[in-house]
């Protein structure tokens, strides 16, 4: 069914906005119900600077000698956070001082393919490396004696804040806010008490996120002590022999796949533990031809676009799994599933996989090369105790899932209670 908005012609000229998505109904009330409320400012007005972006510079070859920095786009941040795992980078020398990112700066995602795109904001922590960003991301530096960053973000990833984002964006060939309409967000300013609690709690909730990467960290060290390869680097010579019966009988020409670090790899992996194929542990392989959503438990392996990421469920998914996944049955009697997991995305199997893909581009991975991958098998007391850390993990990064999505809902409430409250006052004066 078709929904009308009604808007007089002297608030569009105000807005100076004559698309109709800027006018849903859900946006009006909105706005309109945020007006009511006496504390709210336009984020411009609690600024210290304008809202800038950053840029795309055309010099972004990296030279072995240069000083790397981190480059911020739009799947860097996720809400609350910044995610630097598979950030891009820039070479310092193609940066000024005033591109860098600041502690405390709030980043917010303002152009993107769809609507979900938009609104993603993740403040800068005093912890996190060099960075800066391109020009989808905003940067808010706000005035610290009126807004709290860390009450701005929070307010930025919650319906009032998202919603008002979406209201302001406009399609053309994507979705797309500028700094000077970021700047006309409307901000409810309470006071710096419930500000300072805002920032206490956003705070407890970035702790645990870091003793989450603490636990898995301590896992993967465990394991890589225990087979000798802690420390172990990837060394590439420039020449090697290969005999050319192995060439023959792996079917293979490009020199990459022989290359020496392979070898000593592996080597070091059979001094150090008993090897066994994956498939010496696959109950079931299982290709997904039809819509399946993952249960808790199932273990789950990419085999392209990214082939080799492991993963078992731990809580229902509301959703169904693509087509470039494998459901695995593994025979748990035999080896611990968390283990097995940690084994795959680790640098043993990052290193077979690179090596499988060498000479070209690897977008899949083949079911033979999956169940030849070789997996160490260390003492069942160890795989236990690895895989009791990555459950520790999984489990406080939950706490502070709950706890983000908590903070974020106490100030909905906060916000909720004092447009009724506004509202209350109102229609006292009416009567």
């Known amino acids: 069914m078709a929904r009308i908005s009604i808007v007089k012609l002297s608030e569009i000229e105000y807005v100076k906005r004559f698309d109709a998505g800027r006018y849903r109904t859900s946006f ?113 530096k706000t005035d610290k004696n009126l807004l709290n960053p860390f009450y701005l973000t929070i307010f930025l990833n919650s319906k009032y804040g998202k919603e008002q984002l979406w209201m302001l964006s406009r399609q053309t060939e994507q979705f797309n806010v500028s700094c000077r309409e970021v700047e006309e967000l409307l901000i409810p300013l309470f006071d710096a008490d419930f500000q300072q609690e805002i920032e206490t709690l956003v705070k407890n909730s970035f702790e645990l996120i870091e003793k989450t990467k603490s636990l898995y960290s301590q896992a993967e ?101 693509a087509g470039s996944i494998l459901i695995l049955k593994i025979d748990e009697d035999k080896i611990n599933k968390e283990y097995l997991a940690l084994c795959i995305n680790s640098i043993i199997g990052n290193l077979q996989i690179g ?8 977008t899949h991975w083949r079911p033979e090369q999956i169940e030849n991958l070789q997996v160490p098998i260390l003492y069942r007391k160890v795989q236990e105790e690895i895989s009791s850390l990555i459950k520790q993990s999984h489990e406080t990064k939950q706490r502070a899932r709950e706890l983000w999505e908590e903070t974020k809902r106490k100030v909905e409430k906060t916000i909720e209670n004092e447009i009724r409250k506004q509202l209350r006052i109102f229609k006292k004066s009416i009567t």
Do not use: W
């Open 28 to 140: 009006l009330k909105l706005e309109k119900d945020l007006k009511k409320m006496t504390i709210i400012r336009k984020l411009g007005y609690l600024l210290v600077e304008p809202v800038r972006t950053g840029y795309t510079p055309r010099d972004r070859d990296i030279y072995q000698d240069d000083i790397r920095i981190h480059f911020l786009k739009t799947d860097n941040l996720i809400e609350g956070v910044i995610n630097f795992e598979n950030s891009d980078f820039l070479p310092a020398r193609s940066i000024s001082e005033s591109d860098y990112l600041k502690f405390k700066n709030v980043t917010v995602t303002i152009s993107g393919a769809h609507y979900d795109v938009i609104g993603r904001a993740a403040i800068f922590l005093d912890y996190y490396p060099p960075s800066v960003t391109n020009q989808n991301i905003a940067v808010i």
């Open 355 to 362: 090596r499988e893909g060498e000479g070209s581009v690897i």
């Open 221 to 321: 060290k465990l394991l890589l002590e225990k087979l000798g390869l802690e420390g172990f680097q990837e060394k590439y010579e420039l020449s090697y022999t290969a005999n050319l019966s192995k060439v023959f009988g792996v079917h293979r020409i490009d020199a990459e796949y022989f290359q020496t670090t392979y070898n000593r790899f592996m080597e070091c992996l059979k001094e150090h533990s008993k090897i066994a194929k994956l498939k010496e542990f696959i109950l079931d392989f299982q290709k997904l031809k039809t819509p399946y959503e993952p249960k808790v438990g199932d273990f789950l392996l990419s085999k392209e676009v990214m082939p080799g990421t492991a993963y078992v469920v731990k809580e229902p998914v509301e959703g169904i799994a």
